[in-house]
C-alpha cells in the first residue's frame, strides 16, 4: 500500500514538473532571483544570510510582488508571446532551406559531368544492360523447359487409359471370351516352390480377369487376395505368413497396388483395400470366394 502511494506520488510530481508554466515559472524565478540563491550557497552564516534576505525583501509583500509576480509574468509571456515569433522564424528558416536546395538543384543539373564520372556512368549503364541480357536469357530458357514438360505431361495424359476404365472392360469381359493363355501367363500362374498362391483355387475366369487386370503380376494377385481374404485389413507380417513370402517382396507389393489405388496403408502398419479394390473384389465374385 506504501509503494502504491509512493508511486502516486512520483506520478503527480512528474506531471506538476512537465506542466510548462512551472517550468517556464521556475526558470524565471531563479533568473529574477539569482543573488537570493548565491547568498543561501555562500559561505555567510546563517545569520547574515537571514539579514540579506531580510534587506532584499523586507516584508511578505515585497516578496509577493518583487520576488513572485514578475517572474510569473515573464513565464506567462513566455508561454503566451513566444509560439509567434517562434513560429515566423521556423517558417522563414524552412522557406530558406528549401530555396537552397533548388538553387543547388538547378547548379547540379546545368553541371556537366566530368571525363570519369561519364565513363562511371556508362560503364553502370553496361554491366545494367548485360545483367538484364541474361535475365531476359535465363527466363527465356525456363519458359521453353516449361512448354516442353507441359508437352509431354499432355503426350502422356493423351496415351494413358484411366485404370477405372480399363477395370470396366476387363470386368465386363464376356466369358466366352476366355482365350488360351500366353505361355509367359501359365508361367506366371504357376506355384513357386514354397509358396502359396491363392489364385489356384479360383475358377478359370476369374484367375484371367485377374491377369488381364494386374498384367500377369503374379505377385501383386496373391497380395491382393491374402488381403481379401483377411476381410480387407492385415498387417505385412500376417500377409507374409498366409503367403509363405518374404516381407520385403510383401512390401513390394503393396506398394505397386497403392500405387494402383487398390490398397491403402491405415493406422497400427496394418494396410486396407480402398473403394475401388472393394468394387473390384466384388464384381469379379471374390468375397464370395473367400468368405
Known amino acids: 500500500m506504501f509503494e502504491d502511494f509512493a508511486k502516486d506520488i512520483k506520478a503527480q510530481l512528474y506531471e506538476r514538473v512537465r506542466s510548462p508554466l512551472l517550468g517556464a515559472f521556475a526558470f524565471s524565478w531563479v533568473l529574477w532571483n539569482h543573488r537570493l540563491i548565491m547568498a543561501f550557497f555562500s559561505e555567510m552564516k ?7 534576505f531580510d534587506d532584499i525583501y523586507p516584508t511578505l509583500y515585497d516578496f509577493w510582488i518583487c520576488g513572485v509576480v514578475p517572474p510569473l509574468l515573464f513565464a506567462l509571456g513566455y508561454i503566451f508571446l513566444y509560439p509567434y515569433p517562434a513560429r515566423w522564424i521556423y517558417n522563414y528558416s524552412a522557406r530558406q ?9 538547378k547548379i547540379e543539373d ?5 571525363q570519369e564520372q561519364a565513363k562511371a556512368l556508362r560503364k553502370l549503364m553496361s554491366n545494367q544492360a548485360i545483367e538484364h541480357q ?7 530458357q525456363l519458359n521453353q523447359e516449361l512448354k516442353r514438360q507441359l508437352s509431354l505431361s499432355a503426350q502422356q495424359a493423351a496415351n494413358q487409359v484411366p485404370r477405372s476404365e480399363a477395370l470396366k472392360e476387363i470386368l465386363d469381359w464376356p466369358d466366352d471370351n476366355k482365350a488360351g493363355r500366353s505361355p509367359d501367363q501359365e508361367n506366371s500362374t504357376k506355384k513357386s516352390e514354397g509358396r502359396v498362391k491363392l489364385s489356384d483355387s479360383l475358377p478359370e475366369d476369374v484367375n484371367l480377369k485377374l491377369l488381364q487386370i494386374f498384367q500377369s503380376n503374379q505377385l501383386e494377385i496373391d497380395i491382393f487376395l491374402a488381403l481379401i481374404s ?12 498366409i503367403l509363405r513370402m518374404n516381407p520385403i517382396a510383401v512390401q513390394h507389393g503393396l506398394d505397386q497396388l497403392g500405387k494402383s489405388g487398390l490398397t491403402v496403408e491405415g493406422s497400427s502398419n496394418y494396410y486396407v483395400l480402398t473403394d475401388i479394390g472393394r468394387e473390384t473384389a466384388v464384381n469379379l465374385g471374390l468375397t464370395s470366394i473367400f468368405s
Not at 498387417?235 to 505368413?241: G, L, T, Y
Open 97 to 105: 532551406d528549401i530555396r537552397l536546395k533548388e538553387a543547388r538543384n
Open 230 to 241: 483377411a476381410g480387407g485389413r492385415e498387417k505385412i507380417d500376417k500377409i507374409s505368413e
Open 134 to 140: 541474361k535475365e531476359i536469357q535465363e527466363l527465356d
Open 46 to 52: 546563517f545569520a547574515e544570510k537571514i539579514a540579506y
Open 110 to 114: 546545368i553541371t556537366p559531368l566530368s
